[in-house]
């Protein structure tokens, strides 16, 4: 399968809500905000979208909501992981039917497969359905961590196209560029490391502060794809306490918080988050304000 064009700043979509029920309207203006302020792409229903407490129907009304908001503006990776093999091709069949332009597949949780099971999950997904898939590998809440050598063998197959790495270990980017090849492709999953990661040869970052203030994260990628590290850098630092303070509380509740201020959805999420503790929003107001969002 030829490599789709992933790269940059792609925004973990929050699902906003509105009295229990999933607020299309608002979601709809969320995307189209990250369109106007210049980001790359956009992951509905991730960890961030609390795909967790999300029904099916929902999950999949998100998914196609958020590709025909798109309408191939920019690129959609879907949500579309589960701890069951069959659960997660449904999701990712789902995804291409509704014309997402790749899929994120996150490492099975709970069940703490061995790495020959982590690569047959990946294995079954690749030959079931025709879609670039990323691996989301995240072992702070999976617990489970896919190693370098069972990426180089999922690199193989023509499916299986590059990872969202939520780890943070600098350290495992270039034994991945070197395992997995040159059309591997290499997303953070870190806000407050992905400088780090541009600069070993990352090729973007699936990021939750987007949502907050994307102007500014699409510059800080821009840049970090032009070379620039001077400008870069300077974007780093505008945006690194929202990074931080984006996870002063339970995810995405920080996030909610910021959307509510600006006027953008409600505050509202779905047990077990709970709403924003009050003695972290003054560190998130003036960490918007640190980042040129008001």
């Not at 790359?40 to 998914?63: I, K, W, Y």
């Not at 690129?75 to 790749?102: F, Q, W, Y």
């Not at 939520?166 to 395992?179: F, K, S, V």
């Amino acid at each position: 399968m030829s490599q789709p064009s992933i790269r940059g700043a792609i925004t973990a979509l929050v699902t906003p809500f509105r009295d229990g029920e999933v607020d299309e309207e608002a979601f709809i203006a969320l995307v189209e905000r990250q369109i106007t302020a210049g980001i790359h792409g956009v992951v509905p229903v991730g960890t961030t979208g609390e795909s967790a407490t999300l029904s099916h129907d929902e999950h999949r009304r998100v998914v196609e909501l958020c590709v025909k908001t798109c309408a191939g503006r920019i690129r959609v990776v879907a949500g579309a992981g589960s701890n069951s093999t069959a659960e997660a091709i449904e999701l990712v069949r789902h995804a291409k039917t509704v014309g997402a332009d790749a899929a994120l597949v996150v490492t099975p949780y709970y069940n703490r497969p061995s790495q020959e099971g982590l690569y047959r999950h990946y294995e079954a997904i690749n030959a079931a359905v025709q879609l670039p898939v990323f691996v989301y590998n995240v072992p702070g809440r999976t617990s489970v961590d896919i190693s370098n050598a069972t990426l180089a063998r999922l690199a193989k197959l023509p499916n299986i196209v590059g990872i969202k790495d939520a780890t943070a270990n600098m350290g495992r980017i270039a034994g991945q560029r070197l395992e997995c090849g040159k059309d591997w492709i290499l997303l953070s999953g870190d806000d407050v490391s992905a400088l780090g990661y541009m600069a070993h040869g990352g090729h973007g970052c699936i990021t939750v502060a987007a949502n907050v203030a994307p102007e500014a994260v699409a510059k800080f990628y821009d840049a970090c794809m032009a070379g620039d590290w001077k400008t870069a850098l300077y974007w780093q630092d505008r945006l690194h306490r929202l990074n931080e303070a984006l996870f002063l509380d339970a995810s995405p509740a920080p996030t909610k918080f910021a959307l509510g201020q600006l006027g953008l959805c409600r505050e509202e999420a779905r047990l077990p988050i709970a709403p924003c503790n009050d003695a972290v929003k003054p560190a998130i107001l003036a960490a918007m304000t640190e980042a040129g969002v008001s």
